[in-house]
């Protein structure tokens, strides 16, 4: 399933190129002979296309999750969660959103994934945010053999109906007034299990969310 993913994503990657490219040019070569109507159909057109080159790119980055092995190293989770703050600058800035950590541990990891993991979960607790500010808080504690995370906010919170279908590739319970694609938390999912690791989600609708994940200490002995 995954290698008829992978491929697939890859070979529909091709004729989307064409699709947009040539929507492009019908519209520039047209300009003056088009009416508004035919216009609007041909943004409506590309912005599919887009949506769905997005899809597919996502998808990608799913199945290289595992089709790309790499060595695990020592990784600073303060140094991780201080290159989320500079990649989410605009939006922390735009939402006057407070971002707040527990001292974080040094973890043998992928460092590339562990920052993937902590970024979604961070953009996605100040895009599902309440009216209020946001408030988020990245807590860390050593339990037995795993380190425990959360990233708590208090945004828009999850029926606890859907709290599961969440973590499935393109599930979303938001379509038109969020944008995205619902792989976010399929991502997140993977790249903790392929760390060792469970991930799940503590909220009640409008109470705020909390995304908990663990990452055992020696999670050298998991990683396939
Ligand atoms: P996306 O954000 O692209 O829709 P995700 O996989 O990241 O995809 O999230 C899946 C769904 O889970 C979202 O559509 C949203 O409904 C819900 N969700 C995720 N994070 C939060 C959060 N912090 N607060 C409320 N809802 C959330």
Redesign the pocket.
């Known amino acids: 399933m995954e290698q008829f993913a992978s491929i697939a994503a890859h070979d529909l990657q091709e004729p989307l190129r064409m699709i947009v490219s040539f929507l492009k040019l019908l519209e520039r070569r047209n300009q003056d002979k088009l009416d508004p109507q035919a216009h609007e159909f041909i943004e409506l057109a590309s912005d599919g296309a887009i949506r769905m080159q997005k899809m597919i790119n996502e998808l990608l980055a799913y199945s290289r999750l595992s089709t790309r092995e790499k060595e695990l190293e020592d990784v600073d989770c303060q140094k991780v969660m201080d290159q989320v703050l500079m990649n989410l600058k605009v939006a922390i800035e735009e939402n006057k959103a407070e971002i707040t950590n527990d001292s974080l541990p040094l973890l043998t990891a992928d460092y590339s994934q562990l920052l993937h993991l902590f970024q979604?979960l961070i953009s996605?607790?100040i895009?599902?945010r309440s009216h209020q500010n946001p408030e988020i808080h990245i807590s860390a504690s050593k339990k037995d053999k795993e380190w425990s995370f959360s990233v708590g906010?208090n945004?828009?919170?999850?029926d606890p109906k859907y709290q599961k279908r969440?973590f499935m590739i393109f599930?979303?319970?938001?379509r038109a007034e969020?944008p995205?694609?619902?792989?976010?938390?399929?991502i997140c999912k993977k790249i903790v299990e392929r760390h060792g690791g469970r991930i799940w989600v503590d909220?009640k609708l409008g109470e705020g969310?909390k995304?908990c994940f663990t990452i055992p200490i020696k999670s050298n002995a998991q990683i396939f």
């Open positions: 979604n996605n607790a895009k599902y906010d945004g828009i919170g999850i969440i599930q979303r319970l938001h969020y995205g694609t619902g792989m976010g938390l399929a909220s969310s995304f």
